[in-house]
């Protein structure tokens, strides 16, 4: 009877069990065992490489999976055209293709670290499974792999590099001398990575005070302030270290540096708390609140922003920062837009009156229409509450400007009720 792989009981590797949420199993204990059988049996069969590449391109997925584990037999010299192969092999739909083509780029990687690499910093097709998944097998090949990764890190052009700072934790110690040696000449947005790898690495942690007052001291002044709003856009996201240390200092900034740094430090907190979970969204908030009122004008700009959920937190965060973000919402948006008014309806309701009612019953005293009508939109969030405000709302019902006038008997009505 003719030899028939799917006769061997496999499973798929740790890391596709991992994904679909399954637990060890018993026949993870014997994968190498069954590998070294299939290999021996495969190499019996004398093909070259083009053939088995030729066959995990085709249609029959047992063609593909016999492919995939044949081709973690090839030489040296095929790695340039195995490896890429093999890496799309893992997102084949069946599983079993995907098992064979885990386990022989396993056993290639050692071997092929230069082709995993390319495929690491390959760039101008976007970010795909390929580019995440060389990063991986470098991890896995340890402290050989730190070299080529801390290459595509350094590299602006690499696709990917969020998928080589986690394979970087991955390598976890062994990678801290490269990345300290690194850190003293690299840019502003390779350090910012290099901080977010060090922050999670054991015996890295240490380093990340030092190396954030780096990233955000006169070195950074060297650094187009394009590099530098990258930078701190993806510390904000990323890295609550950096965030500590930056909001730690914020008072000491010159003018120029919270040019460069605070609008894109709050468009990365704003992004680390439209997609973390509560306990990353009370600290990203709490972060954003202790900036205060320098965070105000970057936090009014992300209420136009196109993602709704940011905007909210926007409005949230504002509301927080209190009386100080109050005030700068009340000169600076422009009245008679609907949206407008409604975020001074939900910042004033969310701060509550006994914050908010001293703030606009003293804006309540200026003449000028815009901050009347954003005083009268904000009272009107508070509802009832606001009715200590009632009799010096009455006078602008004769104000001369009609719209202020309009505005001043809705709110009115609306404090009455």
Request: net charge neutral; proline share 7%.
């Amino acid at each position: 009877m003719a030899f028939d792989p799917r006769m061997i009981p496999l499973e798929p590797p740790v890391a596709s069990r991992r994904a679909r949420g399954r637990g060890p199993s018993h026949h993870s204990q014997i994968l190498p065992i069954v590998v070294w059988i299939t290999c021996l049996v495969l190499a019996a069969c004398a093909r070259e490489a083009d053939d088995w590449l030729t066959d995990l391109q085709g249609d029959d997925a047992f063609a593909r999976a016999m492919a995939a584990a044949a081709l973690g037999r090839s030489s040296p010299g095929d790695a340039e055209r195995v490896i890429p192969a093999l890496l799309q092999a893992l997102a084949d739909e069946d599983d079993e293709v995907r098992a064979w083509a885990d386990t022989s780029l396993r056993a290639l990687a050692p071997f092929s670290l230069a082709e995993l690499a390319a495929q690491v910093a390959r760039p101008g097709d976007g970010i795909s499974g390929a580019h995440t998944n060389a990063s991986f097998y470098l991890a896995e090949v340890g402290a050989a792999g730190v070299p080529f990764l801390m290459n595509a890190l350094k590299d602006p052009t690499t696709a990917d590099r969020w998928s080589v700072v986690m394979a970087l934790v991955r390598v976890g110690a062994d990678a801290v001398p490269a990345l300290l040696d690194a850190a003293q000449t690299t840019d502003t947005v390779t350090l910012a990575f290099i901080i977010v790898v060090l922050e999670q690495t054991p015996g890295g942690a240490d380093h990340v005070p030092r190396l954030v007052g780096e990233l955000a001291g006169p070195r950074s002044a060297s650094h187009a302030p394009a590099r530098l709003a990258d930078a701190f856009r993806l510390a904000g996201r990323h890295s609550p270290a950096i965030v500590r240390v930056l909001v730690d200092q914020s008072p000491q900034w010159k003018p120029q540096q919270r040019e460069a740094v605070l609008p894109a430090l709050v468009q990365g907190l704003l992004l680390r708390v439209a997609r973390g979970d509560r306990e990353v969204r009370v600290e990203a908030v709490g972060q954003l609140t202790r900036l205060g009122s320098d965070a105000v004008p970057p936090l009014i700009a992300a209420l136009e922003h196109a993602d709704a959920e940011i905007a909210a937190w926007a409005r949230k965060a504002l509301a927080m920062i209190g009386p100080k973000a109050l005030r700068q919402l009340l000169s600076s948006l422009r009245p008679g837009h609907a949206f407008h008014l409604r975020t001074l309806e939900t910042v004033a309701s969310i701060m509550g009156p006994e914050a908010a009612l001293p703030v606009l019953g003293e804006y309540l005293e200026f003449d000028d229409p815009v901050r009347l009508r954003n005083t009268l939109a904000a009272i009107t969030g508070l509802g009832p509450a606001a009715r200590p405000l009632l009799q010096r709302i009455v006078p602008l019902f004769e104000h001369a400007d009609a719209a202020t006038r309009d505005a001043a008997r809705v709110t009115a009505d609306r404090l009455r009720r």
